[in-house]
């Protein structure tokens, strides 16, 4: 699940999360569709993805070969791969943090943040509630 390591390999700015003017060049131009599968791979959460871009789990494999995503997928998968990468940075370890994207929350109605993360409203629900636990507002 490492986040840095698949920045790394790709030809995307390994800065992109932190650098808002990276974040937002890469959404307007848009990502390969290897990006998907790379993240998939990387975070294994392929039904994340299917969810997230409105796809088949047929379909997906096709969108690893597309050129270059939309703006609406390329900022989903992005946006997606910043929540992994902040639980990665407020637990201090992957493990921890994929223990805890798919725990029942109840500070989220009771659902795991990681079923949360193919809309945008429910990704930043899930910052909001990392940024919580960040502070000590909870656990």
């Not at 698949?6 to 030809?11: A, G, R």
């Not at 390994?14 to 990276?22: F, M, N, S, V, Y």
């Not at 096709?62 to 995503?69: C, P």
């Not at 990665?88 to 805890?100: Q, S, T």
Request: aromatic share 6%.
């Amino acid at each position: 699940m490492n986040i840095a390591l698949l920045l790394k390999t790709s030809d995307l700015n390994p800065k992109i999360l932190e650098d808002r003017g990276a974040y937002i060049q890469a959404v307007r131009q848009g990502v390969s569709g290897k990006i998907v599968e790379q993240a998939v791979k990387a975070l294994g959460e392929r039904e994340l993805f299917v969810r997230l871009l409105s796809t088949s789990s047929g379909n997906l494999n096709r969108l690893y070969h597309s050129k270059l995503l939309s703006k609406v997928q390329t900022e989903g998968v992005l946006d997606t791969l910043k929540v992994f990468d902040e639980a990665i940075n407020v637990f201090g370890d992957e493990n921890l943090a994929k223990e805890w994207l798919h725990t029942s929350i109840p500070a989220l109605n009771g659902e795991s943040p990681v079923s949360l993360c193919d809309t945008f409203e429910g990704r930043k629900l899930v910052r909001e509630t990392l940024s919580a636990i960040e502070y000590g507002e909870f656990a």
